[in-house]
């Protein structure tokens, strides 16, 4: 096993019991000012999407760490207690081969969040 940590394009999808979409847009506003590395943020009144770059040793490091984002900022953040239904995680390399130059860049950003 390699003991250099990689990084992983990471895609989580939560969903659950509706909310209003503005008290879903602010929470996931909280949550980018909480998680920096965030860079784009997707929701609707019954689930939203996250996507960002995680540094792990390994696939399962970064899913592992993945799973648990959410949940961790609920609180925090004022997130609905929704469940992960959706789960995304690619080696830089393979996320890149996919999407080209449209591929988002890596770095601090200030993502805003969509609706779907």
Same mark, same amino acid.
């Given at each position: 096993?390699?003991?250099? &940590?990689?990084?992983?394009?990471?895609? !989580?999808? !939560?969903?659950?019991? $509706?909310?209003?979409?503005?008290?879903? +847009?602010? &929470?996931?506003? *909280?949550?980018?000012?909480?998680?920096?590395? #965030?860079?784009?943020?997707?929701?609707?009144?019954?689930?939203?999407?996250?996507?960002?770059?995680?540094? &792990?040793?390994?696939? #399962?490091? $970064?899913?592992?760490? $993945?799973?648990? !984002?959410?949940?961790?900022?609920?609180?925090?953040?004022? #997130?609905? *207690?929704?469940?992960?239904?959706?789960? /995304? !995680?690619?080696?830089? /390399?393979?996320?890149?081969? +996919?999407?080209?130059?449209?591929?988002? $860049?890596?770095?601090?950003?200030?993502?805003?969040?969509?609706?779907?």
């Amino acid at each position: 096993m390699d003991n250099t &940590a990689r990084l992983w394009h990471v895609s !989580v999808t !939560v969903a659950g019991a $509706a909310h209003e979409a503005s008290v879903v +847009r602010d &929470a996931m506003l *909280r949550l980018a000012e909480e998680r920096p590395f #965030l860079h784009s943020l997707r929701y609707g009144p019954d689930r939203a999407e996250i996507r960002y770059w995680e540094e &792990a040793f390994d696939m #399962l490091d $970064a899913a592992s760490l $993945a799973l648990r !984002v959410w949940n961790e900022h609920c609180a925090t953040a004022g #997130l609905p *207690r929704w469940e992960v239904v959706g789960l /995304e !995680v690619l080696e830089r /390399e393979a996320f890149y081969r +996919r999407g080209g130059d449209r591929a988002p $860049a890596i770095g601090l950003h200030q993502p805003s969040p969509q609706p779907f």
